[in-house]
Each structure stands twice: as C-alpha cells, then as structure tokens.
C-alpha cells in the first residue's frame, strides 16, 4: 500500500543506514552474522489489515425492535426515535454501550473511530456538509471529556449535533461509585442549545423529542443528553408506559415563520434602490438548502452574493455574481443584506465600508439588532424569504456593479499570484515548501486540471495554514467546503471533522449526492494533525478516500509569540523534520514525503488519483520552514483574511 | 441650518448610531475647536478635532509607533485613496478635500480639509479612509507584528 518517497537531503545521507548503525555494536564479524542469524529467523510482520469482523457487521440486517417478547429497552426506545427523525449518522468510541448498539442496530450509519473527541468533530464535518442532524458519543466521564473541544467547535459553528455520552447510575449519583462518575449537563453549559440528564426511564421517548424539536427547529446547535443506566437499560414491554410516546409531527413542526410581506418590500425596494446591494448568505441559507432561490433572485436582479458561516459553497465562488474573491468591492457594498447569518459580526470586522446600511432576516427575533445595527429587521425563515425574493423581486441589470466585481476579484488573484510568486522564490531559496506554493498547488490540482471543480469537498485549518490555504480553496457548489476552525478556532478537529465529511461524500448525501464516492482533502498543520493523526485508521477501515496534506514547519504556528522571551521558545518548538507521512502509513494509509513544489505537485496527483481509484488516504507530509511566517524576512508574512470570503473563519 | 460644528457632530453621531464607534462623545469644545473622542478599531481610542475656522478634522495617532518607512508607505496608501483609477465611490475626491499627514514621535496623524466647504464629505472622508487603514494596510503581512506589538493584543485574538 505504501508509496513513500523517501528524499534524501546531504545531512540525511551521512545519517547512519540500519546497517552501519548495528555494525559498531558487533564485537566482530561472528558476533554480526549471529545477529543477522537471528533476524532472519524473526517471524515476518504481518500487515495492516481490515478485520473480516468488520464488512460482515457493517452488512447485517438493521433490526426493529419491539414491546413484544423481552420488549425494548430505554436504548431501543431512543434509537427508534433516532431513525424516525432520520438520524443522518452517528460517530462514537465504545461506552455508551447501550445506545450505541441500539442506534447502529437500528439503521443509522454507524462508525467508530479512535478518540471521542475526533468523533465529536467528525460527526460535526459530516453535519456542516450535509446540513443534517448527525449524533456523536462516548463513555461517561474520559470519554464525554474528550468531546469537549468538539463539542465547543460544533456550538460555535451551530451545528446540529446530538452529543450523547452515558453516565453511571442513577443509584450512584453524589458516591463516586466505582469510576468515571462526573456531572455531564455543568460542563457543557455555554456550549450547548439544550441538555439534559435523564433520570426517569419512562420519559426516554420524550426527552428524544425534547432534543430533536431542539435539533431541527430555530437556531441549531448542539443537544447534549446523558444516559444513566436505569434509563439506557430499563425494559418496556407496553409503549402505555411511555410519556408523551407520539410522532415526529405531534411533538414537533416543520412550520417555518413566513417574512412579513409589507417588510419583505420594503426590503426590496431597498435593494433595488441601491446601487450595489450585497447578500451575506450566512449559514441558514445552506441549512434551509436554499441555495436555488438565492441564485435565482441574484440573478434576477443581480446583486452581488458573498458565503459565510462553517459551510462554503451554498453560492458558487465562481458566480459571476460571488464577491468571495472581491475583496475591494466588498467596500463598495452601499446596501448589505444578511440572511441566515447565525454567528452575527461586529460592523468593523466585516471588510464593508463604514456605516453601510444593513438588513437582516433571521428566523427568530432575540438576535436581530445584536452587535451590527440594523435600517431594517425581518423575521422569517430563510427560505421563506428567498422564494419571496426569487419570485417578486424586479429583473434589473447591474452592468457597472458586475464589472466592478470581476475586476475587483482579477485583483484578489493577482494578489494571490504575486504571493505565490513570492513563495516560490523562498521555496528555491531554502528547499522547503511555502505555504503560498502549498496553497497554490493545491488550488491547482482540485480547480485548475482534469478533476471537475465542483467535485471535491475541502477543509481547511491550522494557523498559517489557515490562512495561506483558505485563499486558494474554492466552493463551487453546496456543501463542498468546511471551514474546520470556524469561529472557535480549535486547532486540531481538521483531519478528524473531514473523516466525517468524508463520509457523507461517499453516502452521498443531500447536497453530496452528485459527487458520491469522491475523494475529499484536508489541509492541516504539522500541530493539528497530532489531534486526529490516528482517525488515519478509522478512514482505512471504511475505506473513506481522504488525502491530508500536512504542512509541517517544525512549530507551532504562534512560535513568534516566543521571540523575546528566550525562556520561552522550546514550549513552542517540535522536533525537526517530523515524519507525519510514516505515522500515517502504520495507520494504514499511504505517505507521501515532499520538500519542493514539483514532488507536492506529483504527490497531489498521485495520491488523489489512488485515493480516487482504491478508497485508500494518503498524509503528504509537505515539508516547510517555521521562520516562513516571518515576514520581514519572508514577505509576505501573515496577511490577515478579509471577512466575509474566501479564507474567512471567524464568522 | 445646521453650523459647520452641527454638521460635524451629526455626521460623526451617524457613525457612532450604526455601530462603527463602539463609544462616542464630544469632549471639549470652544469656538474655534471641538474635541471628539470615539472607540473604534482594536479597540482602540481615537481623539478627532475640528477647527472651526479652517473646516480641518485632524485624527491623532491614527497609528502610533511607526517606523519612517511604514509612514512611506503609509503616505502611499492614502495617495492610492485619491487615485482615479478607483471607483468614483470608494476614491476621495481630491477637489473637495486635501489630505496632510505627518508624523511626529512615530505617530502618523491626518489631517482633512474641506476645499469647497462640504463638511460632510470631509468627515465621511476621513471616517472612510482610516477605517481602510486598519482594514486594508494593516492587513497585508507586512504590518502582522507590529499590530501584536503597538495594540499590545494577544496572538489569539488579532482578527
């Protein structure tokens, strides 16, 4: 399976080959050849391999489970209620054993993996490109605390995500019985949308309900439930015995709040009034999948259309119309209307010209008028209001403003060349791969050759890889890019959360469906990947194709912060020439070594093709230089991301 | 009819009302000047004054600390402003104001006239430029260190 390069510098050829490192350990030449004797007579390693067990349990059978005979147990009960409400998937390490048997029996598609915390992000990666309600879980106590910066992420991004974890028993609580005891519902407060531990057996069902109506209605976010084992365990032969056991449609609703009509033109007029109105089509849009009403009313009256949120794609970065790439007219912008925009900035954090008038259409009131000022608040569902502005908006032709956009993102791609230029100087200079050359290559391969630019979803994150890649990756169509650090900015969940994405791809999921089975690529750093390095193994084992390109420059991406503070600089650094590629491949996966811009360029394609091909990921470990974000010394430095846009991650 | 000091005001409060100021006041005035005070970018606070007599608004310290060759290339930046090569809407017209800038103990200060007496302009001049200053030329890499330094923000929250 591996394919590893293995690129020899000056330094690593005078480095001692195995042989010559045993040769001076041999008292002579009897001493070697009893050696060589002896490892000759070792048994060979066997290889990775996919248990049997494996294939054979992902093809059962889902099971219904019944009141009949020994009847369903509080876990069953809650699975039935998780496949009713179509539970896109669930992520999980084992404990929890109850639930997470019960939910995987029932249907729901079902992985398991190598941290909750991964979990956490993976089913959150399989959320953000889908727009489903996914699950993640773990066991009590260590288990549910490793989800927590996930769980963090997923708040921040607002996700709909069932976090379930179990936790002890009831009969324990406050005696520290046996392990793992632990108060769940404190230490996910301010960052969850509802939680709730459940400590009547009987309401199991209806709690289910409390967290689905949470789930799928209003602002998502994540639904946090902890299962004792008197409720996961408790038997029940009569659904009499039940609270409030009825259906999806009685204990929720699908009903949307329709925009005021009288607002809705007032709305209108305004944009037709302006001159240059721009749309901020925030996550809602994607979430209420209402990317075709938006393109129809855009092209209608051709305002300008501009993604933010966790999720890029639900307008197309190559629109004629996309201001992701035009960074200069976002200031030109004389009207702005956000819609769906759930992370709500400040006016000065938005690259928007000061004091521009602003609407916004958000499906519930309490967070309209929150840190931006608005001319005009509508309350309405997203897509609601877009069907309203696709079918009546007036046609108009916007020809200065169009042309003002295509200019203006010419700019934007100019500026990203002469980066790129600036890269490839640095990288001849030192033999070490520039981030703007990584990005570039990058951008090339997915959007600039023979693979269909709408095809590939992306994810991005780490600090200058963040920001050196976000630039160059492109969303072409729904759901095809994941902004992994989105507004809380954790660094690690980038390889893990595309396992997740990842896997929708291959479901096909909802927006996914024209593309299943493709492969997907993650850009991380050399410090995240040490958070979800070993989801490496859960990809092979469901044989998700994932290509992770690894910038690796020996550091944390903050290692400047220890410039001055001679103290300080080891708590920053890794060691050097770190091989992230060999990691990879003890996991099963391929590995790819690159120091220039010619092997990542070959390394890209052959790892894309492989993974395209065989289902099978591959880690590029690109090999760079800390002193690369320097920007004295390597212009040019960190360039901050424009917001909202291309390369944006904080709202 | 509005006075010039009303127009000032209004069109600064203008500001302070959709959210660009997070705080805003006046803070002295005379006949001949007012003193406005404002919170703005990184937090920051700014201090504005108009003279009266010579219709100037003048931000102080709209970036302190600066070295000889990032006022270069600061003086560059606001010249670009004014360049006809921009969008009527995004340039400042260089027949309605004039634009001084200096520096002084390494702080760059603007100074904006109103030519033809539209004080208006001059102030939505002024706002618009120096938001692009902190939107646009901080932004580009070459000046990452310097805002962690001169702003005294943690690598973490530098946006």
Same mark, same amino acid.
Request: proline content about 6%; aromatic content about 10%.
């Given at each position: 399976?591996?394919?590893?390069?293995?690129?020899?510098?000056?330094?690593?050829?005078?480095?001692?080959?195995?042989?010559?490192?045993?040769?001076? %350990?041999?008292?002579?030449?009897?001493?070697?050849?009893?050696?060589?004797?002896?490892?000759?007579?070792?048994?060979?390693?066997?290889?990775?391999?996919?248990?049997?067990?494996?294939?054979?349990?992902?093809?059962?059978?889902?099971?219904?489970?019944?009141?009949?005979?020994?009847?369903? &147990?509080?876990?069953?009960?809650?699975?039935?209620? +998780?496949? $009713?409400?179509?539970? *896109?998937?669930?992520?999980?390490?084992?404990?929890?054993?109850?639930?997470?048997?019960?939910? *995987?029996? *029932?249907?729901?598609?079902?992985?398991?993996?190598?941290?909750?915390?991964?979990? +956490?992000?993976?089913?959150?990666?399989?959320?953000?490109?889908?727009?489903?309600?996914?699950?993640?879980?773990?066991?009590?106590?260590?288990?549910?605390?490793?989800?927590?910066?996930?769980?963090?992420?997923?708040?921040?991004?607002?996700?709909?995500?069932?976090?379930?974890?179990?936790?002890?028993?009831?009969?324990?609580?406050?005696?520290?019985?046996?392990?793992?005891?632990?108060?769940?519902?404190?230490?996910?407060?301010?960052?969850?949308?509802?939680?709730?531990?459940? &400590?009547?057996?009987?309401?199991?069902?209806?709690?289910?309900?409390?967290?689905?109506?949470? %789930?799928?209605?209003?602002?998502?976010?994540?639904?946090?439930?902890?299962?004792?084992?008197?409720?996961?365990?408790?038997?029940?032969?009569?659904?009499?015995?039940?609270?409030?056991?009825?259906?999806?449609?009685?204990?929720?609703?699908?009903?949307?709040?329709?925009?005021?009509?009288?607002?809705?033109?007032?709305?209108?007029?305004?944009?037709?009034?302006?001159?240059?109105? %721009?749309?901020? *089509?925030?996550?809602?849009?994607?979430?209420?999948?209402?990317?075709?009403?938006?393109?129809? #009313?855009?092209?209608?009256?051709?305002?300008?259309?501009?993604?933010?949120?966790?999720?890029?794609?639900?307008?197309?970065?190559?629109?004629?119309?996309? #201001?992701?790439?035009?960074?200069?007219?976002?200031?030109?912008?004389?009207?702005?209307?956000?819609?769906?925009?759930? +992370?709500?900035?400040?006016?000065?954090?938005?690259?928007?010209?000061?004091?521009?008038?602003?609407?916004?259409?958000?499906?519930?009131?309490?967070?309209?008028?929150?840190? =931006?000022?608005?001319?005009?608040?509508?309350?309405?569902?997203?897509?609601?209001?877009?069907?309203?502005?696709?079918?009546?908006?007036?046609?108009?032709?916007?020809?200065?403003?169009?042309?003002?956009?295509?200019?203006?993102?010419?700019?934007?791609?100019?500026?990203?060349?002469?980066?790129?230029?600036?890269?490839?100087?640095?990288?001849?200079?030192?033999?070490?791969?520039?981030?703007?050359?990584?990005?570039?290559?990058?951008?090339?391969?997915?959007?600039?050759?023979?693979?269909?630019?709408?095809?590939?979803? &992306?994810? +991005?994150?780490? =600090?200058?890889?963040?920001?050196?890649?976000?630039?160059?990756?492109?969303?072409?169509?729904?759901?095809?890019?994941?902004?992994?650090?989105?507004?809380?900015? #954790?660094?690690?969940?980038?390889?893990?959360?595309?396992?997740?994405?990842?896997?929708?791809?291959?479901?096909?999921?909802?927006?996914?469906?024209?593309?299943?089975?493709?492969?997907?690529?993650?850009?991380?750093?050399?410090?995240?990947?040490?958070?979800?390095?070993?989801?490496?193994?859960?990809? #092979?084992?469901?044989?998700?194709?994932?290509?992770?390109?690894?910038?690796?420059?020996?550091?944390?991406?903050?290692?400047?912060?220890?410039?001055?503070?001679?103290?300080?600089?080891?708590?920053?650094?890794?060691?050097?020439?770190?091989?992230?590629?060999?990691?990879?491949?003890?996991?099963?996966?391929?590995?790819?070594?690159?120091?220039?811009? $010619?092997?990542?360029?070959?390394?890209?394609?052959?790892?894309?093709?492989?993974?395209?091909?065989?289902?099978?990921?591959?880690?590029?470990?690109?090999?760079?230089?800390?002193?690369?974000?320097?920007?004295?010394?390597?212009?040019?430095?960190?360039?901050?991301?424009?917001?909202?846009?291309?390369?944006?991650?904080?709202? | 009819?509005?006075?010039?000091?009303?127009?000032?005001?209004?069109?600064?409060?203008?500001?302070?009302?959709?959210?660009?100021?997070?705080?805003?006041?006046?803070?002295?005035?005379?006949?001949?000047?007012?003193?406005?005070?404002?919170?703005?970018?990184?937090?920051?606070?700014?201090?504005?004054?108009?003279?009266?007599?010579?219709?100037?608004?003048?931000?102080?310290?709209?970036?302190?600390?600066?070295?000889?060759?990032?006022?270069?290339?600061?003086?560059?930046?606001?010249?670009?402003?004014?360049?006809?090569?921009?969008?009527?809407?995004?340039?400042?017209?260089?027949?309605?104001?004039?634009?001084?800038?200096?520096?002084?103990?390494?702080?760059?200060?603007?100074?904006?006239?109103?030519?033809?007496?539209?004080?208006?302009?001059?102030?939505?001049?002024?706002?618009?430029?120096?938001?692009?200053?902190?939107?646009?030329?901080?932004?580009?890499?070459?000046?990452?260190?310097?805002?962690?330094?001169?702003?005294?923000?943690?690598?973490?929250?530098?946006?």
């Amino acid at each position: 399976m591996s394919e590893s390069k293995s690129i020899q510098s000056p330094e690593k050829e005078k480095a001692p080959s195995r042989r010559s490192f045993f040769k001076p %350990l041999a008292a002579g030449a009897a001493a070697a050849a009893a050696y060589q004797t002896k490892l000759n007579a070792a048994p060979p390693i066997p290889s990775i391999t996919i248990p049997k067990d494996l294939p054979t349990s992902l093809n059962e059978t889902p099971k219904v489970s019944s009141f009949e005979g020994r009847g369903m &147990t509080g876990a069953e009960i809650f699975a039935k209620l +998780c496949k $009713e409400e179509d539970l *896109a998937a669930m992520f999980c390490c084992p404990g929890n054993y109850t639930v997470i048997n019960a939910i *995987a029996a *029932a249907g729901v598609p079902a992985y398991g993996g190598r941290s909750e915390g991964s979990m +956490c992000a993976a089913a959150d990666g399989f959320s953000r490109v889908t727009g489903e309600v996914t699950a993640c879980s773990g066991t009590e106590g260590p288990g549910f605390t490793n989800m927590i910066m996930n769980i963090g992420a997923a708040h921040s991004a607002r996700t709909p995500l069932l976090v379930l974890a179990s936790n002890m028993n009831i009969a324990g609580d406050d005696r520290e019985a046996f392990i793992q005891t632990g108060y769940q519902q404190p230490t996910t407060t301010g960052m969850k949308k509802y939680g709730k531990r459940l &400590t009547e057996p009987n309401r199991v069902w209806e709690y289910g309900a409390y967290a689905f109506r949470n %789930l799928k209605t209003g602002i998502p976010g994540p639904v946090h439930l902890d299962f004792p084992g008197e409720v996961a365990r408790a038997r029940f032969t009569d659904a009499a015995k039940l609270t409030d056991f009825y259906t999806k449609d009685k204990y929720r609703t699908e009903s949307r709040a329709v925009p005021n009509r009288k607002e809705v033109e007032q709305a209108m007029d305004m944009i037709n009034k302006a001159e240059r109105p %721009l749309i901020v *089509a925030g996550q809602g849009v994607f979430q209420r999948k209402a990317w075709e009403q938006l393109k129809i #009313a855009a092209e209608k009256n051709e305002f300008a259309v501009v993604t933010s949120g966790p999720t890029r794609g639900h307008f197309p970065d190559d629109h004629r119309l996309s #201001a992701a790439m035009a960074h200069d007219a976002l200031r030109s912008a004389d009207l702005i209307v956000f819609i769906g925009q759930y +992370c709500m900035p400040s006016p000065n954090e938005y690259n928007f010209a000061a004091g521009v008038k602003a609407i916004r259409v958000h499906p519930v009131p309490e967070d309209i008028g929150r840190n =931006w000022p608005v001319e005009l608040g509508i309350v309405g569902d997203e897509k609601a209001f877009l069907d309203m502005l696709a079918n009546e908006i007036p046609a108009k032709k916007r020809d200065a403003w169009v042309s003002e956009l295509a200019a203006s993102r010419a700019k934007t791609e100019k500026v990203n060349l002469d980066h790129y230029a600036l890269g490839l100087k640095h990288s001849a200079a030192t033999n070490h791969v520039h981030p703007a050359v990584m990005a570039k290559e990058v951008h090339d391969l997915l959007y600039a050759g023979d693979i269909d630019p709408k095809q590939t979803v &992306t994810g +991005c994150g780490g =600090w200058t890889t963040g920001i050196f890649m976000g630039r160059w990756l492109r969303a072409n169509r729904p759901g095809q890019g994941v902004v992994c650090g989105y507004q809380y900015g #954790a660094i690690g969940p980038d390889m893990a959360m595309m396992v997740g994405a990842s896997a929708a791809v291959q479901r096909g999921v909802g927006p996914q469906a024209a593309y299943k089975g493709a492969p997907s690529l993650v850009v991380t750093s050399d410090a995240g990947i040490a958070y979800s390095l070993f989801e490496f193994d859960t990809a #092979a084992k469901y044989k998700i194709p994932l290509v992770a390109v690894v910038y690796n420059n020996n550091s944390w991406g903050m290692w400047p912060a220890a410039v001055g503070s001679p103290r300080s600089m080891h708590m920053y650094l890794f060691q050097e020439n770190l091989r992230y590629d060999k990691m990879a491949e003890g996991l099963g996966a391929r590995g790819e070594y690159v120091q220039t811009p $010619e092997e990542l360029r070959a390394a890209l394609k052959r790892s894309y093709q492989i993974a395209a091909r065989e289902n099978v990921s591959t880690l590029i470990n690109v090999q760079a230089l800390k002193d690369f974000t320097n920007g004295a010394a390597y212009p040019p430095g960190i360039a901050l991301p424009v917001e909202p846009g291309v390369g944006a991650f904080a709202h | 009819m509005l006075t010039n000091p009303d127009i000032v005001t209004k069109t600064l409060e203008f500001y302070a009302q959709k959210g660009v100021f997070r705080a805003f006041s006046c803070i002295a005035k005379s006949k001949d000047s007012i003193r406005y005070r404002m919170q703005w970018h990184k937090e920051r606070s700014f201090g504005l004054t108009f003279d009266v007599p010579r219709q100037s608004l003048r931000f102080e310290a709209v970036l302190p600390k600066t070295s000889a060759a990032m006022y270069e290339d600061f003086k560059r930046f606001v010249a670009e402003r004014q360049s006809p090569e921009l969008p009527k809407h995004r340039r400042i017209d260089p027949e309605e104001v004039r634009i001084t800038c200096s520096r002084r103990n390494g702080d760059i200060s603007v100074l904006v006239r109103a030519r033809a007496g539209n004080l208006e302009y001059a102030v939505r001049a002024l706002i618009g430029l120096v938001h692009e200053v902190y939107q646009v030329f901080l932004r580009d890499g070459r000046y990452y260190e310097y805002m962690i330094e001169t702003f005294e923000v943690d690598r973490d929250q530098l946006s």
